[in-house]
């Protein structure tokens, strides 16, 4: 049998894993929504919620600054199954420092 301190010792703690918190450049924020852009161009949820991680990275209130919209509807917009129109990507984007390009499929 195992005693009581063993089996405290013997846990595993685990935290949840934020990628705003890893996003601290303009080139890894551009690199992480390219990602999102080539691997999964169909998922519009989750390149709603990519530009929300970039944009919880920069500081949500700054961007909600700079985009004219209330830092409530640009969480509900980014957010996961957030369905932003297209002119509030593109004022996120803008806000965000990144452009959005296109090139031949």
Known sequence: ??????????????SSYDVAEHLRT???MAAYLDAWLDEAADDVSGIARAL???????????VA?????????LYR???EGGNPSFATVL???????LRLHAQPA
Do not use: C, H, Y
């Open 65 to 73: 600054q700079e985009t004219g919209l209330s830092r409530e509807s």
């Open 91 to 97: 004022k996120v984007a803008r806000a965000l420092g």
């Open 1 to 14: 049998m195992t005693s009581p301190s063993r089996k405290a010792q013997n846990k595993v703690k685990t």
């Open 77 to 79: 917009a980014l957010s």
């Open 52 to 62: 929300g991680d970039i944009a919880r990275a920069k500081g949500m209130s700054q």
């Open 26 to 28: 303009p080139e890894e």
